[in-house]
């Protein structure tokens, strides 16, 4: 099991700037990749960006350029650094950590299982 812990989310005008913070525990050792998702009222949860153990980033394409993602010195921490935003940013952002395990059956196989933070609100308004 991990446990996902966000913070750093609020509000803030239209061009300013945030950083969110996730905190992973338990069994961080299966983690292969963490990320950030955001839902808006009413609609679907989206990619944000991600990065994977080995330093690997993804970002969708309406914030690359203007967000950036991170890890901490602290093992299994992730940043989500957030400028220039906008509007259409407001949204709840959810941490994500993506896990593998090996099952060694038989047969073996790789098990995987994705975990969600609570969410943190951010709001874009002035």
């Known amino acids: 099991q991990v446990q996902l812990v966000e913070s750093g989310g609020g509000l803030v005008q239209p061009g300013g700037s945030l950083r969110l913070s996730c905190a992973a525990s338990g069994s961080t050792n299966n983690i292969y990749e963490m990320g950030w998702y955001r839902q808006a009222p009413g609609g679907p949860r989206d990619f944000v960006a991600a990065?994977?153990?080995?330093?690997?980033?993804k970002y969708a394409d309406s914030v690359k350029g203007r967000f950036s993602i991170s890890k901490g010195n602290v093992k299994s921490t992730v940043y989500l650094q957030m400028s220039s935003l906008r509007l259409e940013d407001s949204a709840v952002y959810y941490c994500n950590a993506e896990t593998s395990v090996i099952n060694y059956g038989p047969p073996p196989d790789i098990r995987y299982k994705t975990y969600w933070g609570q969410g943190s609100q951010v709001t874009v308004s002035s």
């Open positions: 990065i994977s153990d080995v330093g690997d980033i």
